[in-house]
């Protein structure tokens, strides 16, 4: 089953002793794997997406999770990379798969969304994009200082810096796996300016951009 982390989701019924395996995939991730927009659209409704498996399916499926428990445990960045395109295609399979028509689809009613809730949402699929606090509070419906004040008691930390925090992440993301120049990956992060944005990352990482793809760009 696929679901969008940010909604509360419980497991209230299994059988006997059936494993349970958990991949957590982060949004700047997920937004580079380019998934099918309805099955998109679907998960970040707060909606679970699962599909029947047959037998052999499922223990193949159980085998597969087992071996990437395994590897991503050895901490190496090449196997890390693998394992992750191995589970991009395994999540793309997913979700064709789940919008075929014949497919099984559960769907949960999804629950209430609370205010910082959908302050998150919105950050997190217009993170890239020029978006101020003003944005984000114009978006739910609130004052900005409102905004920032609710924000802060459930993230500690300010919407502006909660944005920054994001493009910084999808940058190292970015910087690990491609060799496009830096300025261009700065501003496909969200940054007007490469010099705001060499003065966030090295806050964050107490290294240049150069120096951090110097040191994790997998070859």
Known sequence: MVFWALMPHQIVEFDRDAPYYVITVPFSILHEWKLPKAFLDVLFKGEMQAITHHFEDAEFDKKRFEKWTQELEQEDEEIYAACLLEFCAYL???????????????KASPPSINLVERIAMYIASKFTDPIKVCDVAKEVGVHPDYANTIFKKAFNCTISNYIMEQRVLYAQRKLAFSTESITSLAYQSGFNSISRFNAAFKKKNIMTPREYRKKHLLA
């Open 92 to 106: 793309k399979r997913f979700a064709v798969k789940s919008l075929s028509a014949g497919q099984c689809l559960q």
